[in-house]
């Protein structure tokens, strides 16, 4: 039986309409492997009840969620220990690579018999933390069955620039650097009706309409002045046809305001329209609406683009900057155009200030160096809107290039094809670094915190049941509640033999967990716990 396993739940919100690249990147994937994926069964190791509760009500909510729920089990990550030592699951796999990668190798180190592959996704690689999280991966206790799994040729290179800079050479990441591309999902396949989309839009039938799909964000996503400037430019030159530029996606009031001041100040009021916050239906009719997607992005946090494939599985040329993942996306003269980008990076002083800057601060100091070709971007988006006949042909190679590398079906087989190769490798290896002990970043509670308490750790008083404990036992009053994400480790058996076997009389505390241990055949260390919450809610109390 082949089984998926994963400590992500991959879904981050419980809204239906999802706008963030890495949510919509995170929640397709998981509706495509459920559906794709060739796996027997399912194991997602949700954070929280609530998190278990989300993720439950979201299969459950997909059109054929009852058959695709059958095969998952949704367990509390309490049970990763004991999991991890009697599965064999085919991968361990999480949307992210920073937080679940290493702490999932110690974890695999000191409790898997088997060398269980573990793999992670890259998305934005331009954090202010990205040194310490490197270290963290490259200290961790990987091998040849793991891999970070990397959105594009750009993003697995800057990643390994990076794991080098971190590394000096010394200390290398024993695992691989995979690339599979993210997904698109099945429904911006279905052609929309232009005609239909564009009276909804309020759009004339014969007008040039270039979209924008994005955070807009100049610090988090691209700069669009630049953009506004040239489509002045197209729109003057344009000879009384009709030009219309929609920029549609999040943004925050100061971002809002200064597109909107510049749309004002360069006279662009009917030509330019600023959509905030759109739904997917919304988004769906300018895709359709649409001759041609622009995409000027100027900002290093971009690995990948799901805009761009949405907007060529939609039939839509692109013109967007030849930077990061989007060389991996677009194919030059065939499905769009690639814009040329120059970069510098700040000034020494700016670059040194980094870690303390606010971090979309420091990303602005970075994409304000980058320099997308203005020139070249208003030819590109001026020969596409006055040339449909160019625009069809490269939408409808767009669209062929979607369906055959980006639709969810061929990304989940691309994946599994990485997943059983590393499985094939952990067949012939031990656990990576079974026996090198804890993780180093779990620091001992015990040394840390020890001294905190007003009684010395380790102290073995005489314990009895109290007064509100014989209450609890004779039914007068109810048993303290358990908080639910805790009821994996709350052992009721063991709770229950805590109090009745003291009904014989006093006992010293270490006797008495011995005893109950024994009866219960469990550890000491979770019977020691135990008796602390029951001394906690005075079940129990020292004599």
């Known amino acids: 039986m082949r089984t998926f396993a994963s400590a992500d739940t991959f879904i981050e919100s419980s809204q239906s309409s999802l706008r963030l690249g890495r949510l919509v990147a995170n929640a397709t994937f998981l509706e495509a492997l459920l559906r794709h994926g060739p796996y027997d069964r399912f194991e997602f190791f949700c954070p929280t009840d609530a998190e278990k509760k989300r993720l439950g009500e979201w299969i459950g909510s997909l059109p054929d969620g009852r058959h695709l729920g059958s095969r998952v089990e949704l367990r509390s ?3 990763l220990p004991s999991r991890f030592a009697e599965a064999d699951w085919e991968v361990v796999h999480s949307g992210g690579w920073s937080r679940y990668l290493p702490a999932l190798a110690w974890l695999r180190a000191r409790y898997a018999r088997h060398a269980i592959p573990l793999t992670g996704t890259i998305h934005s690689l331009n954090d202010p933390s990205m040194a310490s999280m490197l270290r963290r991966l490259s200290e961790a206790p990987l091998g040849a069955c793991d891999a970070v799994i990397c959105t594009s040729r750009d993003g697995r290179e800057s990643f390994r620039r990076q794991l080098d800079l971190v590394n000096g050479g010394h200390q290398p990441f024993f695992g691989r650097l995979e690339v599979a591309p993210l997904g698109v999902d099945e429904r911006y ?46 729109v003057t030159e344009a000879s009384g046809k009709d030009r219309l530029l929609v920029l549609a996606g999040g943004g925050s009031e100061g971002d809002l305001k200064s597109l909107r001041e510049t749309v004002a100040e360069l006279g662009l009021g009917n030509s330019v329209r600023i959509r905030a916050d759109i739904e997917d239906s919304e988004k769906l009719d300018w895709l359709a609406a649409a001759n041609v997607f622009v995409s000027p992005v ?48 700040p000034p020494p002083d700016v670059v040194a200030l980094r870690a303390l800057l606010e971090p979309n601060l420091a990303q602005l100091t970075s994409s304000q160096g980058v320099a997308v070709d203005p020139s070249a971007l208003r030819k590109a988006l001026t020969s596409l809107l006055d040339d449909p006949d160019l625009a069809q042909r490269m939408g409808e190679a767009g669209r062929k290039k979607a369906r055959r590398s980006f639709a969810w079906e061929a990304v989940i087989g691309r994946l599994s094809d990485i997943w059983a190769d590393l499985k094939r490798n952990s067949q012939a290896m031990a ?43 004779q039914g007068k009053i109810p048993m303290p509640p358990t908080f639910g994400d805790l009821m994996p480790i709350s052992n009721g058996k063991l709770l229950t033999s805590l109090v009745l076997e003291l009904r014989a009389g006093n006992r010293k505390l270490s006797e008495h967990l011995a005893a109950c241990a024994k009866v219960t055949n469990s550890g000491e260390e979770a019977s020691l716990w135990l008796a602390h919450w029951l001394l906690k809610y005075g079940v129990l109390e020292v004599v």
């Open 189 to 234: 396949f279905a052609p929309g009706n232009k005609s239909r989309s564009r009276r909804k839009l309020s759009v004339q039938d014969g007008a040039g309409v270039a979209f924008w799909m994005g955070r807009l964000s100049a610090a988090s996503k691209a700069d669009l002045h630049p953009l506004l400037y040239q489509w002045r430019q197209i």
């Open 77 to 79: 990550p309490f049970e």
């Open 298 to 345: 100027d900002n290093h946090q971009e690995t990948f683009g799901i805009a761009l494939v949405e907007a060529m599985a939609a039939g839509l040329p692109v013109v967007a900057s030849n930077w990061d993942g989007y060389k991996d996306l677009v194919e030059e003269g065939i499905t769009g155009f690639l814009i040329g980008t120059r970069w510098v990076p």
């Open 431 to 473: 656990v990576p670094g079974v026996g090198r002990g804890n993780d180093p970043e779990i620091l001992d509670p015990v040394d840390a915190f020890g001294h905190y308490g007003s009684e010395p750790m380790g102290a073995d008083p005489i314990v009895r049941i109290s007064e509100l404990g014989l209450s609890i036992l």
